[in-house]
């Protein structure tokens, strides 16, 4: 049986696209799948769909961060936010953040997930150096920003998530059977597993040891 080609759509905005990140990436090396990071922007989901974060309901902001608390322990990811930090990232743009991360995805596609990881856990202090890139590269990339080209990229990606029936992130397409799969949030990987005839490892899973 071939591969199973899984794609990530999401935006380093989300915590919970973080935790989805981290699983998959740890699950791209023991399932059989072809995981593809798809850097979006959420806020055009968002705006295209009428949906809303829901931390904007203050009861939902509050059990949203002591969720947070409990899934980054579950899934071993270094998730440490507060309300304050709650309503910084509401009230921020990801817009430049996601089209410096698709300039890299067209040009050096091997920092994605590096880089990825690093806006999320630094959130634009320092990423791109701590990620591996020089700065002569990182300069290049900056300056890719402001093009027609990443930005049409940035934009194909988000409407290509929408297509899929994204209306927030991560959002998670498993093209399976000969047809794609959208699951939702970060807490549906298990249930991708079971669709493509993958068994769930638990958050770690451990990595097999090489065959001699």
């Known amino acids: 049986m071939g591969r199973t080609l899984v794609e990530l759509f999401y935006d380093v905005v989300s915590p919970y696209s973080w935790l989805g990140f981290e699983v998959l990436c740890r699950y791209q090396h023991i399932w059989n799948i072809d995981l593809r990071l798809r850097p979006a922007f959420l806020g055009g989901v968002m705006q295209a769909t009428g949906n809303k974060p829901p931390a904007l309901l203050p009861k939902r902001g509050e059990y949203m961060l002591k969720d947070m608390k409990r899934m980054a322990k579950y899934y071993q990811v270094p998730i440490n936010i507060s309300a304050l930090d ?106 991708l597993g079971s669709i493509i005839g993958e068994k769930w490892l638990g958050p770690v899973p451990s990595v097999p040891s090489p065959k001699m």
């Open 86 to 191: 709650l309503q910084h990232i509401l009230g921020s743009s990801t817009l430049g953040a996601m089209r410096f991360i698709t300039a890299v995805d067209m040009t050096q596609p091997q920092y994605v997930e590096p880089l990825s990881r690093e806006f999320w856990i630094r959130f634009l202090s320092q990423v791109a150096k701590k990620a591996g890139l020089s700065s002569e590269l990182t300069q290049k990339l900056l300056e890719m920003i402001s093009t027609p080209a990443v930005k049409n990229r940035l934009r194909e990606t988000t409407e290509e998530a929408m297509k899929y029936g994204a209306f927030g992130m991560p959002a998670v397409v498993a093209h399976y059977n000969g047809e794609p799969h959208l699951f939702f949030g970060s807490d549906r990987i298990e249930l």
